[in-house]
């Protein structure tokens, strides 16, 4: 007996159920739908992302609307538009069997005169986000004065994402005697100020501690070096071959650019962020769910619209400004009763995040180190070895085994073995044979925990630091400069490091075998008709070359990478491959900006232009840090993933 039909639900719905594969309702399914059905009431519950919170709400929302009146009877709001229109097509495939109901999703990005259209036809559920909705009751094409039933979806989610003041404004045009129904993974105050504004008496539904993580997701985090965070990505990756994964980042620029260097390095890998347009973010989504997609590299907001079952890792790149979206991140993996892992890379200034977020979440990070060069082999070697052993044979090659077999005839049983392992496997031993461990050094965690802040000025390091007569007024930013002064004196990205731009002059470091060259050579260079002076500052700037908290350290790039680069470089893709997809070139630029040429016109974020405030490398623990190198080896291009 399907558990669904204790539920008190309709014969058309069960059919629906059925149809859809559900067997046993979740937690909240199971105490959510029998009170909602039972008496109009509001209702506040409390349960992680993918505990099936939308069936919750979906098949009582179904069950109470009254087909045979047109009118908007219920409003759904939702954080993103992938979230609504996820949302809106599950909404459809519950009330199949139900004769009449029409759900329209209303988002950004879309024509909203054939919203407003499709609404006028008749739409008994709507599903909205909430900065399209406000737009469409200013403009009067929508009607929810008379609405039964409101239900807040991720309300945390959407109060996180500053949508507080819109949804008090859509709630006030709301009846007073609707059913109000909010569902959430956590319950901040902004959250619980909504429910006392406009809710009466609410039931509480909770499955598990409030703002708890959920118990089939482990928690692991990785100690390493702000530079190293980028190669303990790809080991990561490397030591999970069959990983399906979400990968976090703050910021759309740093999304773009993890993924862009993803895919150089042979990853199936893509971004997704909010510059994309809805038909880059559909093909993106569609090639993840088909698992064309390994690792998919987000935003916190792109991500609320994932709905993936069988992700097995989130692997937070860099962690959330907010601690409490951690909790959101998490919740995209373990999903349906499946176990997953959430992994958090991290650097020694940031360990205090993780006691905040074991206090959050009501469980234990396990420590773990990036795994070595020889136990990613090993790794590897064994799972290519199962590949090869679970491969279905297609017999179209029976035609040419004989050739094959007299070319191969003078192997034996082991020389073969290996000789097949060796085509696959040989990139791999040689990167990581000469490869350094990046482990940051393990110790007492509560050791770490007190130990100062890196970045400050630690003395000596060996590094040459000097002093330019340019700067911001020379309309350079710490960016442009860099990319000019690498360029002038033929060096590497790594090369120059350190920059920081003041109004009239500037500073920046070189190893100390570059300190000739500098000297010979800038002095003797003229910008704009005048000539450049570079003198040997006697602050030497920290002189690290560990490019952790305000040292710099170089943008988006490591050594060569296939393609026939020059080592050191990184210029963005404009068009992806192996899984990756391209911007339109068009597009609004990424947030941030990636690197142009000094006299295009000033990035996103502020860097460039001569009103722009000078910024040093790192100067904003808030701002996206560019010392995060994204390698700082040479890897070969990497066999792709099935």
Not at 359 to 381: A, D, M, N, V, Y
Not at 392 to 405: C, S
Request: aromatic fraction near 6%; hydrophobic fraction near 30%.
């Amino acid at each position: 007996m399907n558990k669904f039909e204790q539920l008190g639900l309709s014969e058309s719905l069960l059919k629906a159920i059925l149809d859809l594969g559900f067997e046993n309702p979740s937690e909240v399914q199971e105490k959510a739908i029998p009170l909602l059905l039972e008496k109009d009431t509001d209702m506040v519950a409390l349960a992680q992302t993918g505990t099936g919170k939308t069936a919750a709400f979906g098949f009582p929302v179904i069950q109470k609307i009254d087909a045979n009146n047109r009118n908007t009877q219920a409003l759904i709001l939702s954080p993103t538009r992938e979230l609504c229109l996820q949302i809106t097509n599950e909404l459809k495939n519950y009330s199949k069997y139900e004769k009449g109901i029409n759900v329209v999703a209303v988002y950004g990005g879309a024509s909203i005169t054939e919203q407003a259209r499709d609404i006028k036809r008749g739409a008994q559920i709507i599903v909205a986000t909430p900065g399209r909705m406000q737009d469409m009751i200013n403009r009067g094409l929508v009607n929810i004065t008379g609405i039964n039933y409101c239900i807040l979806d991720e309300a945390d989610e959407m109060l996180n994402m500053g949508f507080y003041e819109d949804i008090v404004n859509i709630l006030s045009t709301t009846p007073d005697d609707k059913n109000t129904w909010l569902f959430s993974a956590t319950m901040p105050a902004e959250v619980a100020r909504i429910g006392k504004q406009f809710m009466t008496d609410p039931v509480e539904v909770t499955v598990g501690a409030k703002n708890s993580g959920s118990s089939t997701v482990s928690h692991e985090f990785y100690l390493v070096n702000a530079r190293d965070r980028y190669e303990a990505l790809k080991r990561l990756a490397d030591a999970n071959p069959d990983i399906f994964s979400v990968v976090f980042c703050r910021t759309k620029r740093d999304t773009q650019a993890v993924a862009e260097k993803l895919v150089e390095d042979g990853y199936s890998a893509a971004a997704l962020h909010g510059d994309l347009s809805q038909a880059q973010r559909d093909g993106v989504m569609k090639s993840f769910r088909g698992r064309q997609i390994q690792m998919l590299v987000a935003t916190d907001v792109a991500a609320r619209g994932i709905d993936v079952d069988n992700i097995t890792h989130v692997v937070n790149y860099q962690l959330p400004d907010e601690i409490e979206t951690y909790n959101h991140r998490s919740g995209r993996t373990g999903r349906a009763g499946r176990l997953g892992t959430s992994i958090v890379i991290v650097t020694k200034s940031e360990l205090r995040k993780i006691s905040s977020i074991e206090r959050i979440i009501k469980q234990k990070f396990e420590e773990k180190t990036i795994p070595s060069g020889i136990e990613i082999c090993e790794i590897q070697l064994l799972h290519l070895a199962n590949k090869i052993k679970d491969t279905e044979v297609d017999h179209e090659i029976d035609n040419y085994l004989p050739a094959i077999t007299n070319v191969l005839e003078d192997l034996t049983k082991d020389e073969l073995i290996k000789k097949i392992v060796s085509v696959e496997f040989n990139r791999f031993i040689a990167y990581y044979k000469k490869n350094r461990d990046i482990s940051s050094q393990s110790g007492d965690r509560r050791e770490r925990d007190s130990a100062p802040r890196e970045g400050g000025n630690t003395g000596g390091g060996g590094a040459t630091r000097y002093f330019v007569n340019i700067g911001s007024r020379d309309n350079f930013d710490w960016m442009s400069l860099k990319d000019y002064l690498k360029e002038t004196l033929d060096l590497g990205r790594d090369d120059v490091f350190k920059v920081d731009v003041k109004e009239g002059f500037s500073f920046f470091n070189t190893d100390p075998e570059h300190t000739d060259k500098v000297m010979e050579v800038l002095n003797n260079v003229q910008l704009e008709g005048r000539r450049i002076n570079v003198e040997i500052s006697k602050n030497d700037g920290g002189g690290r070359r560990d490019h952790n908290g305000r040292s710099s350290g170089g943008g988006f790039g490591g050594g060569r990478s296939g393609g026939g680069r020059r080592e050191g470089s990184f210029a963005p893709r404009r068009e992806g491959s192996g899984g990756g997809f391209k911007s339109d070139r068009n597009a609004a630029p990424r947030e941030g900006g990636f690197r142009s040429d000094r006299n295009s016109a000033p990035r996103e974020g502020g860097f460039g232009g001569r009103n722009s405030a000078p910024r040093g490398e790192g100067s904003s623990d808030r701002a996206p840090r560019r010392s995060e190198s994204f390698g700082d080896s040479p890897r070969p291009r990497r066999p792709r993933r099935d």
